[in-house]
């Protein structure tokens, strides 16, 4: 059973940066596409971004791009998620997930990912 485990959030001010990462453990993770994904107070989940299972492809919600970088070391069973010049629209929770097919490509659809972190909240001050 795959197991993830997110930490680097916290809270910052507009404009700021923050690094996300996401431990994987259990079983070999560098085979799975990874995505972030996040959900604010009374609001839906919605997936940022998402990368191949060799960190070739990545994918990345329009709110995001140019702002946000996902990255992955296979060697470290570790996803990172940088997070520059936020804005107060981006606090939420946000979680990391693992695909459900063993080198299947990375998408953007949360049916897609089959094990999730318990989340690591962001809050994004005015």
């Known amino acids: 059973q795959l197991q993830l485990t997110e930490s680097g959030g916290g809270l910052v001010k507009t404009g700021g940066s923050l690094r996300l990462s996401c431990v994987a453990s259990?079983?070999?993770?560098?085979?799975?596409?990874m995505g972030w994904f996040r959900q604010a107070p009374g609001k839906e989940r919605e997936s940022v971004a998402s990368i191949s299972w060799m960190g070739q492809t990545t994918h990345y919600a329009d709110s995001v791009k140019g702002r946000f970088t996902i990255s992955r070391d296979n060697r470290k069973s570790t996803v990172y998620l940088q997070m520059n010049d936020l804005g107060p629209e981006d606090t939420a929770d946000y979680y990391c997930a693992s695909g459900r097919e063993y080198r299947a490509p990375a998408t953007m659809d949360p049916a897609d990912f089959g094990s999730w972190g318990r989340g690591t909240q962001v809050t994004v001050s005015a």
């Open positions: 259990g079983v070999a993770s560098s085979s799975y596409a």
